[in-house]
């Protein structure tokens, strides 16, 4: 079991970077997400076994009822991304015979075991001893999982989830679903772990989960202040670490979200913005709405462009990758295989085109954003395919202009920014254009 990192609400005066400014629910993100890897590193040795699973319909309760280490691929080479290693890892699995065009998660990952498994903090990371692939809109994650299996030889486990094709989750949708997780999913994690199924173990993390969710979405809502007290994409990657990757259903996470909670009341009372690397925010000029993952190689140049602008983004897709909870759904203790299920199943790269498109307009009516920016990332086609039918369709129902950007999610060859900076100030001078128009009439 994970060990309960102290969170003491007021006290805590972590050892910051003079360069680098930070809220202390962001470095305390930043230490349980350490502290998961430092789990990972030891696992084996500790006698525990280890998962890899996505994060788009992780089943991370149900995996710590197994008592796994878990592990999750694209935060791995996210996070390596972030401290800047994940170029030379690309550059290994395309001189091991990988293509230009893979998603560059896969490729930082493939080369990351090429360097013999270093994980972002410096430990080795283990042999997963059972990949959990539930599938929630992303045909590359099943081809990621073939080569990692090839690789290790693991046990491999599939949770298929069927597509939002008609915008709506049906009862043989869902239970469909279910009878995998009974089936399938579970009786393969008792074998591998040793450890038998205790279903109100299950309902006491989902306890935990629905607590933090709650506390997450007011975190997100809070963007509907003016000004802003967050950045819904920027400072949402770390409001939304813990609970989409190994922490949800842990007290840790329950406690961290009540700090976060607690710390964005004071910013509101204050009148404050966001906290940006580069300190207070200048003061909000712009506010917007974000398709797209953002660029980890370059994040804080990246987010330093937007508060140079004085804009701020009040609302993102990204924000709801690993759960759209938003829009009502909790994990629900009384139900919770049904809740499981019900969970993949809305997963936001699950969502039909219609659905994504309703959901960025209702974003811009809610939190009277001036706009849609589109981060289009070259390799990642479960997120890149119809935006340009999204952009269309925002901008006619909105009336509000809606812009595209381009860069990747973790190769630094395909960060350019003067090209990136040049097509955001195109867009805010059309954001001012569209505001005087709009004040003339």
């Not at 005066?13 to 502290?35: A, C, R, Y």
């Not at 996070?79 to 998660?105: F, L, P, W």
């Not at 080569?147 to 030889?153: T, V």
């Not at 940006?276 to 190689?297: C, F």
Request: glycine residues 8%.
């Amino acid at each position: 079991m994970s060990t309960p990192i102290q969170i003491v609400p007021g006290t805590r005066t972590p050892k910051k970077p003079p360069q680098v400014q930070k809220e202390d629910s962001m470095w305390l993100q930043k230490e349980l997400i350490n502290g998961n890897y430092h789990e990972l590193a030891t696992a084996h040795e500790m006698n525990r076994k280890v998962s890899a699973t996505f994060v788009p319909g992780n089943l991370n309760e149900l995996l710590m009822c197994f008592n796994f280490a878990r592990s999750l691929p694209e935060t791995n080479a996210l996070q390596n991304g972030m401290r800047k290693k994940s170029g030379k890892m690309i550059m290994d699995a395309e001189r091991d015979g990988h293509s230009e065009d893979v998603c560059t998660y896969v490729k930082a990952d493939l080369g990351m075991m090429l360097q013999g498994q270093v994980g972002p903090t410096g430990e080795a990371l283990p042999t997963p001893d059972v990949l959990l692939l539930s599938y929630t809109g992303c045909f590359t994650f099943m081809k990621w999982f073939e080569l990692i299996r090839q690789k290790y030889n693991c046990e491999t486990v599939m949770l298929h989830v069927p597509y939002q094709g008609d915008g709506k989750i049906s009862k043989n949708m869902r239970d469909y679903v279910l009878k995998q997780l009974k089936e399938k999913v579970i009786p393969t994690l008792e074998k591998v772990s040793g450890v038998k199924f205790d279903i109100d173990l299950l309902r006491q993390y989902m306890r935990e989960s629905a607590k933090a969710e709650e506390d997450l979405v007011w975190t997100l809502q809070s963007a509907k202040h003016k000004p802003s007290p967050i950045d819904g994409y920027f400072g949402a990657v770390y409001y939304i670490g813990p609970i989409f990757t190994a922490f949800r259903g842990t007290p840790e996470a329950t406690k961290f979200y009540s700090v976060l909670r607690s710390e964005i009341a004071q910013r509101i009372r204050e009148g404050k913005g966001p906290v940006t690397p580069e300190g207070e925010h200048p003061g909000e000029k712009y506010r917007l709405v974000v398709e797209g993952p953002p660029n980890w190689t370059s994040f804080r140049e990246f987010w330093k462009m937007f508060y140079d602008e004085g804009a701020v983004v009040v609302a993102s897709t990204y924000a709801k990758v690993g759960g759209v909870y938003d829009f009502g759904f909790r994990h629900d203790p009384e139900h919770p295989l049904e809740s499981l299920a019900e969970y993949c199943l809305g997963c936001y790269t699950n969502l039909n085109f219609p659905q994504r498109i309703d959901m960025i307009c209702k974003y811009i009516d809610e939190y009277q954003a001036d706009g849609l920016l589109i981060n289009s990332i070259k390799s990642c086609n479960s997120f890149s395919a119809g935006q340009l039918l999204i952009l269309r369709e925002v901008e006619k129902r909105t009336g509000k202009p809606a812009a595209f950007i381009e860069s990747d999610l973790v190769d630094p060859r395909y960060f350019s920014a003067a090209n990136i900076k040049n097509r955001l100030e195109s867009y805010f001078q059309m954001v001012k254009q569209k505001r005087t128009a709009t004040a003339a009439h």
